[in-house]
């Protein structure tokens, strides 16, 4: 039970073969979706669709459930790392406490339906804004620290 | 034997939050130049001292033309507002 660190899907090891997942900015809707420590995310996690049905997404004024859009880039490669970077991701003007975490899922996968997920993203510790903004930073985009790489 | 084995990895994020407000243009402008220019920990000194005095110079300028963007987007706002029959409103948004 709960948040252990940051996962990549094993299915979305298996999707990327397979070509269910498109990161290039105009073809697919990635969507980024909160989760408290009552949520079992880990490497197992299938979909967004599973995940919600076992519970722990986070509620709150304004947080819309699903998560919100994330907007990705072209991946593209430095050296013999291949990766894709993110722009950040704000929840605006949100009342909501105890996000332990996040899943990026993808909403609209090129073939096979339903909303198979990408990694988890551990937050380390609860977070919580009152009336505010939640935003979650992406990391550098460089081949030693993007959100998504291959090496 | 050199094996070059492929291995797929997920980075780190962290969380900025505020309570009561929205970000301010410096916080907003700090995570704009985080994102523009990374220094890694093995640049020269020289080139760090360089590169860091670099940053703080765009994130000034960054900070300024987005309190800019929001003085002359909130000028759209009260014309919209004024526009819409609500004058005590819309001067109340002029004046923040």
Known sequence: MGFSGNYMCTSFKTEIMIGVHNFTTASNVFKLALFTDSATLDATTVSYTASAAAGGEVTGTNYTTTGEFMTSVTPTAIGTTALVDFSDVTFFNVTITGVRGALLYNNAPVSGGGTPAVCVLDFGVDKAANQGDFTVVMPTADASNALIRIA | ?96
Do not use: H, W
């Open chain 2, 1 to 96: 034997m050199n094996l070059n084995l492929p291995e797929i990895k997920v980075g780190s994020v962290s969380v900025s939050t505020t309570n009561n407000r929205g970000f301010t243009p410096e916080e907003v402008a700090q995570r704009c130049t985080d994102k523009l220019l990374n220094i890694a920990d093995s640049t020269p000194p020289a080139i760090r001292d360089q590169a860091i005095a670099y940053k703080k110079s765009m994130e000034a300028v960054i900070a300024l033309y987005m309190k800019e963007a929001i003085k002359t987007d909130r000028t759209t706002v009260y014309n919209a507002i004024k526009d819409a029959g609500q004058p005590k409103l819309a001067e109340y948004i002029r004046k923040m």
